[in-house]
Each structure stands twice: as structure tokens, then as C-alpha cells.
């Protein structure tokens, strides 16, 4: 039995077309995707896109006088309090 390795860009392949391609080869007895999982990759675009929009918000209320944007040891002290808890 032979092995192959391939190497494929994430950002060009999802997991089911990976296997799709995979699925097309003669002789194939098992695949494996090892990697980092497209899940987690989705989950992180979701969490940038929420703290995206948090400071987007936040700006906007600063602008409209609303409340005020946190100085820089302000927002130091309350990450360094969230990461304690």
C-alpha cells in the first residue's frame, strides 16, 4: 500500500471538497484530514466580527456623547481583570 501527503491551502479548500477530490481517486482505502479544524476557523471569524463590531459601537456612542472611549490603562486594568476571573 502506498501513502501520499498532500499539502492543500485553507483558504482555497473546504473539508468536504478536500474529500470530494479525494473520493474521485481509483483505489483510495481510507482518507484522514489532519489540521486545524474548519470549525475553529469559523468560530475565530465569529469572534472577530463581534469584537469588531463591540468597538465599532462603542466608538459610535463616544461620538455621539453617550459615554466616553475607556484611556489605554483603563481598558489594560479591565482586560487584566477579565483574564483573572
Known amino acids: 500500500m502506498t501513502q501520499i501527503l498532500v499539502t492543500i491551502d485553507e483558504r482555497d479548500a473546504t473539508a ?14 481510507s482518507t484522514s484530514l489532519f489540521g486545524p479544524e474548519i470549525r475553529k476557523k469559523a468560530e475565530q471569524e465569529q469572534y472577530v466580527q463581534h469584537s469588531l463590531e463591540t468597538a465599532f459601537d ?8 453617550e459615554t466616553r472611549l475607556k484611556t489605554a490603562d483603563e481598558f489594560l486594568k479591565e482586560l487584566i481583570a ?3 476571573v
Open 82 to 84: 477579565d483574564t483573572a
Open 16 to 29: 468536504q471538497s478536500i474529500r470530494r477530490a479525494i473520493a474521485m481517486l481509483k483505489g483510495v482505502v
Open 58 to 65: 462603542e466608538v459610535h456612542r463616544a461620538n455621539r456623547g
